[in-house]
């Protein structure tokens, strides 16, 4: 068992690491004043690889592993958690195309998606059903040409700014088998947004509805096998989870560095506050649970990585454990830094406000404890 990451990951992470600090991290405040991300920083991103992190190097990715790939989320979300998150989701939209598309679908869509000149979102939730995500409602009805769409989706990062849209639709019976999942290009007629949702955090990454209306598409723009949307959604979410735990670390361990610095020179009662010991003991719970976070989920992806058995269970469990230490790691930073905390300046606030969400979405923490629980329970039998 070697705990230690290679030369290569070493330097996927510094790369990433550098390029957040570089070309995220000055603009952060403002792209979050803004409500968007400047098109433009994309392609930079895809020139570093990092658009198709794990989509095969034959169709212009990276192919890379799952664990190589949350070095990159929790480096860049060290510059910004929003834009690193923005990020992992177009990299689940291109896993799946890639694990799940005929080579056909492969050559027409994913090119771009690694280059980044096409921006991809993922559409699963609706109005009436996000946890229970198997009972959408979105109607896909086979037409001439394909596919006509009729329906709304709920809560898209990306909605109304991404060039594609992977669509969990149904196309045939209820629950879930009866979906599929179908590449929807900005500009298609029939497709429209609603407006910005106004949050509490990923203020830079724009939040809509997704909505259809007697929206044409193509058939082969269907992924893989009609009826298989569902599943293919939810194996996309199990390498999702591991971005999304792995971009609320990187928010967090930028908190605790602020922290100590922030504590070597905040002075009370005649000393730095990093002397007094209480407040020592909290530093030193919190580089406990960050480690541990890290060394869990970095399990994980090994786990997704090697096809192993309880792989979906590991993701689910880095989830639930990774995000809520995370989020409670930089609410205490904050609380660390007095009054000055809750001041945009010291970019302590920001962190847990854009961190909070990261307990919600790819599955709530309650439907991580659903998971796990499913899982245990089988394997007892
Ligand atoms: C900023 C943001 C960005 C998002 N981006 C996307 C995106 O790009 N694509 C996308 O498809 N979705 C996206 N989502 C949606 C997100 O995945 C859902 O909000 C999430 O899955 C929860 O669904 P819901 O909001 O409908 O809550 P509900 O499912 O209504 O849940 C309400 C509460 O009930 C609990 N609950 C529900 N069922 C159970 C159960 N069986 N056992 C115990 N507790 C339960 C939940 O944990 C929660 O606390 C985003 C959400 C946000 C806030």
Excluded at 169 to 176: K, N
Excluded at 240 to 264: E, F, K, P, V, W
Excluded at 305 to 310: C, E, L, S, T
Aim: a negative charge; aromatic letters at 10%; charged letters at 20%.
């Amino acid at each position: 068992m070697d705990f230690a990451l290679s030369e290569e990951q070493n330097a996927i992470f510094d790369m990433a690491y550098a390029f957040g600090q570089e070309q995220i991290a000055p603009h952060a405040q403002g792209w979050e004043k803004d409500g968007t991300i400047p098109k433009a920083l994309w392609p930079q991103i895809g020139e570093l690889g990092f658009g198709g992190l794990y989509v095969s190097e034959e169709y212009g990715g990276s192919g890379l592993s799952r664990l190589d790939a949350t070095l990159v989320f929790e480096a860049l979300a060290m510059a910004c958690p929003a834009v690193g998150s923005f990020l992992s989701i177009h990299n689940m939209c291109g896993g799946m195309i890639d694990k799940f598309g005929s080579d056909e679908t492969k050559k027409k869509w994913l090119p771009d998606l690694c280059t980044m000149s096409t921006v991809y979102s993922y559409c699963l939730t609706e109005p009436g059903s996000g946890s229970d995500a198997a009972a959408l409602k979105t109607r896909a009805k086979p037409s001439d040409v394909g596919y006509t769409l009729n329906g709304s989706k709920a809560f898209i990062s990306g909605g109304g700014y991404s060039d594609a849209y992977i669509c969990m639709v149904r196309s045939g019976v209820d629950g879930p088998k009866g979906i599929s999942a179908l590449v929807v290009e900005d500009g298609t007629p029939g497709l429209s947004f609603g407006g910005l949702e106004d949050k509490m955090g990923w203020k830079a990454q724009p939040t809509a509805q997704v909505q259809f209306d007697d929206c044409a598409v193509p058939a082969a723009n269907l992924i893989g096998t009609e009826g298989k949307g569902f599943s293919y959604a939810m194996a996309g979410l199990d390498g999702g989870r591991l971005n999304i735990s792995a971009g609320a670390l990187g928010g967090a361990q930028q908190a605790l560095n602020l922290t100590l610095q922030y504590m070597s020179e905040r002075r009370a009662f005649g000393q730095s506050i990093d002397q007094f010991q209480g407040l020592q003991f909290r530093l030193a719970e919190y580089e406990t649970k960050l480690q541990a976070s890290r060394t869990f989920l970095r399990q994980a992806a090994w786990k997704l990585d090697n096809g192993a058995p309880d792989a979906s269970k590991f993701c689910a469990m880095a989830k639930l454990m990774v995000t809520d230490v995370a989020f409670d790691v930089a609410n205490g930073c904050l609380q660390l830094h007095g009054g000055y905390g809750y001041l945009a300046d010291y970019g302590i606030e920001k962190i847990v406000r854009d961190l909070r969400v990261h307990q919600i979405l790819e599955g709530t923490n309650e439907i991580m404890r659903v998971i796990v629980a499913r899982h245990l329970l089988a394997e007892n039998r």
